[in-house]
């Protein structure tokens, strides 16, 4: 079955500083690859996802995530962190072929002023 | 911009006692999803359909059950809430796009069970 893996938890960072939020999933067939992030008391919100093509994703608010298939990874950046990214991160995959999405456990990004 | 809603938003009830969580959407999509979300976890998927009258059973085991009558309307109800029914309920609805289709959820209802 398919699985996600978020390394870390909690991960804090000072505003300006790089951001970086790892994702590891575990399939043989490289799946559909998404961030989504989580606002206090609000939904997810699609940051970006990666299907085929470019393996380099920009989405929205400045991020963007590289899906490197040697490494079953799709790891989140920001080249500078603002006080509004603070919310919880979730990377989730999609096998190709299925509709279902598979969640891990997600990262609560905190900014330090 | 996607529209989806839920409600309540919040809602605290004693045990036992029946429930119906609403969810709805604008955009006509023909597939929706309800995933429990406990604080500091994973979201994980209880009911789906994927089209009227049409409703699967998720990957995580839940007592709560769904209809599906209406394209935009997607209810879950719990016939009798116990306090491990206490959670965070987010519906979500897609549009068949091809590869990779997205996911919209709505805000989600924080359910307490008392």
């Known amino acids: 079955a398919q699985s996600v893996t978020q390394l870390g938890s909690h991960v804090s960072v000072s505003e300006g500083a790089l951001v970086l939020l790892r994702c590891n999933y575990s399939s043989s067939v490289p799946p559909y690859l998404f961030w989504y992030v989580q606002y206090p008391n609000q939904g997810l919100q699609l940051l970006l996802k990666?299907?085929?093509?470019?393996?380099l994703v920009k989405g929205i608010n400045g991020f963007e995530a590289e899906f490197k298939k040697s490494e079953t990874s799709f790891h989140l950046t920001k080249p500078s962190a603002h006080m509004s990214d603070a919310a919880e991160y979730f990377c989730a995959v999609s096998p190709q072929g299925a509709q279902k999405l598979v969640f891990g456990q997600g990262t609560r990004l905190t900014i330090n002023p | 911009e996607a529209d989806i809603y839920q409600t309540p938003r919040y809602l605290v009830i004693g045990t036992g006692k029946k429930i119906t969580l609403e969810c709805s959407q604008t955009?006509?999509?023909?597939?929706m999803y309800w995933y429990q979300q406990d604080p500091g976890m994973e979201l994980h998927l209880i009911h789906y359909?994927?089209?009227?009258?049409?409703?699967e059973k998720g990957d995580l085991s839940s007592e709560s059950t769904v209809s599906r009558i209406r394209t935009e309307h997607f209810p879950l109800t719990l016939e009798s809430a116990r306090p491990s029914h206490t959670s965070q309920y987010l519906c979500a609805s897609s549009h068949p796009q091809g590869a990779g289709e997205t996911q919209y959820f709505g805000p989600g209802t924080r359910l307490l069970v008392l």
């Open positions: 359909s994927y089209g009227v009258n049409s409703t």
């Open positions: 955009m006509g999509h023909d597939k």
């Open positions: 990666y299907t085929t093509g470019a393996t």
